[in-house]
């Protein structure tokens, strides 16, 4: 049921610090308190809305996972995302870990100590109303994805991996709130789904015309990127005939910084893509890319997603399981 | 009602070479016969299946405004597809004009001279379930509308200007068949559609954005590319904010060849676009292109729609009035 593997046991201990700094930014004035906790650490302070009564429009996001990259960058979004309240603390896998998210210690639940669920079931109490967002390890997606829905904790799957047909299954059946999805950056999948839109209302509009991609990614990734996979799949269906296989993958220093123009503090982290298509006879030529640096793209679009989520939560929608696709269809209501 | 200015009189001639070339490249083996014509000119060789009865499979297509630049292509592009067959006489405004079409001759048929719905009448007799493709001048668009609706001709309308919203309310009033389109390129308006279908899907999915358009054409292009706004329009639903007035406009040689990447021999004719989004942080950018050199698309374009029509016509379709969105929509017909 928890997600990690057992390790040096270590209290879970929480603080916080600059917490008002992080009610202020939300909405509206608010009043904050700070009231005890069990366990020995100190209660993050709960925000109320100056107009009285519990601050229920606060967004209150616990993030799994935060000691990673992807973690911390999204629970950084979540600190500076107007009306947004990150919890100061996350259940990990690693002993004793203690994050600081610009400013918010952020402290990591052992969960081979302490039970993964009683966790959650303390945050639920002292954090009404939280949204976990998961961004952990594939061979942990299963079971925390089991572990939220045991608990009624919506949440935002974004560690990619595992069984992902079992969990959507298992998910959508249960009636718990989650958004999932593998590609998180709102703007690559509104790009994505555009093609596939063109694709099926246009079948064969490029028959004839070839195509070339390329995409360069740090050298860490070894295989091809999923998103491009994906776009190349709908250009097949606009006529192109084109092989995953002949994706040129680029991912030595120099054609990334020459060629394909990926700033060098990026090189350890980019998702740089071009599509070019030609027509058969070269007189015309298209070319998209979406070149993406560092982890932002992907950390706005999480707090994004636990946006939409608390909204359809609060209008009760008998949809509940939910992927990028309808969190950018209600781009609008952001 | 017809689409010219008087002009001196010239006998319309029609001669017709290489017809059996052109009908060879219809599918399906052909037998062709000549018959006499009415009016001193050889009637072109109507075209026979093999396994007898008349080959109403033959698409046969008059352009009118054969002796410009895109109906010269549009005529071309005819000849050159399979299954398809130029009517070796066309309307004009040029006195005498006799354009060669890749072999095929056509005859200009002065229409000061005779009367344009009688050359229309005299080509249902000889070229029977003929379609008229328009490239003529905007001063003519709606004249040549009535005409063609008059005469019970199907028409595919590529001449832009006019008043559009007169001849589509007439054209669609008659149940006359038509397609009508300012833009035949398919796949540019296919990638046109697609960024206008984002937009409605994905409502400010890409809030905060800076846009920035570049577009080259001819130096004899004053104004700002019609496509180029239309696309500017989608991009403002998806959160841009920009004002089409700082589209850049690139109109000479040394930014076209060198900035541009535009081939010398297309500097005539060329319609290059670029936009570009990066988000505000700057660390995520998308690029669009779309580069068309000389008309070859337009051309192609043009002839799928008069496909389209004849599928439509042979099926009856209770809708007489399309645009290029249909003619893409149908694309896996093809």
């Known amino acids: 049921m928890t997600t990690v593997t057992p390790a040096t046991v270590t ?12 009610a202020a930014r939300g909405k509206g004035r608010r009043a904050t308190m700070t009231t005890p906790r069990a366990g020995g650490a100190t209660r993050a302070r709960a925000t109320v809305r100056a107009s009285g009564g519990a601050g229920d429009d606060v967004v209150r996001v616990m993030v799994n996972g935060v000691s990673g990259k992807m973690g911390h960058a999204t ?3 979540v600190v500076r995302r107007e009306g947004f309240e990150l919890v100061p603390y996350a259940l990990t896998k690693r002993a004793g870990a203690t994050t600081d998210v610009l400013g918010v210690e952020v402290t990591g639940v052992d969960v081979s100590v302490e039970d ?6 303390r945050a639920k109490r002292e954090y009404p109303g939280f949204v976990v967002v998961d961004y952990t390890l594939p061979e942990s997606v299963n079971a925390n994805a089991e572990l939220y829905v045991k608990h009624g904790v919506p949440f935002v799957m974004g560690t990619t991996g595992g069984d992902r047909e079992k969990m959507l299954a298992e998910v959508k059946a249960s009636g718990n709130y989650a958004v999932i999805a593998p590609q998180m950056g709102k703007q690559v999948v509104a790009f994505q789904a555009a093609m596939k839109l063109m694709a099926e209302q246009f079948p064969n509009a ?3 015309y070839t195509l070339t991609v390329t995409e360069s990614h740090q050298s860490s990734k070894k295989d091809t990127s999923g998103t491009a996979k ?8 606009l006529g192109c005939g084109f092989d995953i296989k002949d994706i040129e993958l680029v991912r030595d220093v120099e054609s990334q910084t020459g060629k394909m123009g990926v700033p060098e503090e990026h090189l350890l982290g980019h998702a740089f893509h071009t599509y070019r298509l030609t027509s058969p006879d ?6 998209f890319q979406h070149n993406v640096c560092g982890r932002n793209i992907y950390a706005e679009g999480t707090v994004d997603a ?5 909204r359809k939560i609060a209008s009760k929608d008998p949809k509940t399981l ?10 609008a209501m952001k």
Chains 1, 2 share one sequence.
Do not use: H, Q, W
Request: include cysteine; hydrophobic fraction near 45%.
């Open 306 to 310: 636990v946006g939409f989520l608390k």
């Open 282 to 287: 070269g007189t015309v030529s298209f070319e």
């Open 322 to 331: 939910y992927d990028m696709i309808d969190v950018l269809g209600e781009g």
């Open 206 to 208: 490029f028959e004839g």
């Open 230 to 237: 994906a776009i190349v799949a709908s250009f097949n269906d």
């Open 75 to 77: 629970a950084c979004a």
């Open 11 to 22: 209290p879970a201990t929480t603080t916080r610090r600059s917490a008002s700094t992080v």
């Open 116 to 121: 993964a669920g009683e966790v959650l079931e």
